[in-house]
């Protein structure tokens, strides 16, 4: 590895202990008013959303090492089930713009139940029972980011909805996440892989983001040895669909 990457990836390895200091010290303040004194209900409300936005953070650099992982094509493989890794990656997600609707996924027991909540939100889960307990042999870490990526981005994009489906055929996982936003036209389908790159928005309005996720995105999907694929027309929303091979329980 070239140490100019090295020197980038110690110094985002680094970022872990202060940040894990933040949350533990926000945590003890929440947890033990007896040693720290009582906090007021607003007091309560702030440390809360610090802790939350610590939390995203810490993710944050997470995937950032991952990325760096990912340069140099290491892979981590692990049974994990399939509930396991949406109600995860979801309350990641949900954690950064609608906290109420993450504590609500944390609580919930039943895969109908998530599908409601999620519902809610203008989220359609589409999986089927059978399928969802079961468990899969993945990258844990690369295959969340790889879907808060393009949950992130529909949820964004969308008009009013977002549809994740899941299936398993054989020994490869099929992923899909659709929006009935905009849509890119096919002329950016290669582009948007590519760092940095960013569609301008229609009218004329700032443009969020930093057009990294999806150039990530890729690199850990090679990693996994699977495809991805975007299906969209101008106006018609978009849809990435993702083709994973799953290697035999280790
Ligand atoms: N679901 C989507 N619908 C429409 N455009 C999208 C969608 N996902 C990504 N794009 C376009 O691709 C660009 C790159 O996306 P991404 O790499 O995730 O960067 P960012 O989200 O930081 O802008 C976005 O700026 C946007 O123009
Ligand atoms: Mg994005």
Known sequence: MDRKKIKI??????????????????????????KYGPLTATQKKVLMRTLRNTRVTQTLVNDALELGKSRESIVNLKNISLSSLFEETL???????????????????ELSELKEILAENG???????????????????KIKQILRNLVNNALKYRKSFV????DKKDDHLFLSVKDDGEGIPSV??????????QLEAKDGAPVRGSGLGLAGVMILVEDLGG??????????????????????KT
């Open 9 to 34: 990836d110690l110094l985002i390895h680094d970022l872990k202990v202060p940040l894990a200091v933040v949350e533990s010290g926000i945590t003890l303040l929440l947890q033990k008013p007896e």
């Open 91 to 109: 309350i990641e997600l949900f954690d950064l713009v609608d906290s109420n609707t993450s504590e609500r996924i944390k609580t919930c027991t």
């Open 123 to 141: 989220l359609v889960l589409i999986i089927n029972e059978e399928l969802w307990p079961q468990k899969v042999c993945l990258d844990e870490a």
């Open 163 to 166: 549809e994740i489906k899941v």
């Open 188 to 197: 950016f389908h290669k582009k948007i892989f590519k760092s940095y790159f």
């Open 227 to 248: 495809k991805l694929f975007l299906e969209s027309e101008e106006g018609e929303g978009a849809e990435f669909s993702l083709e994973l091979p799953l290697p035999k």
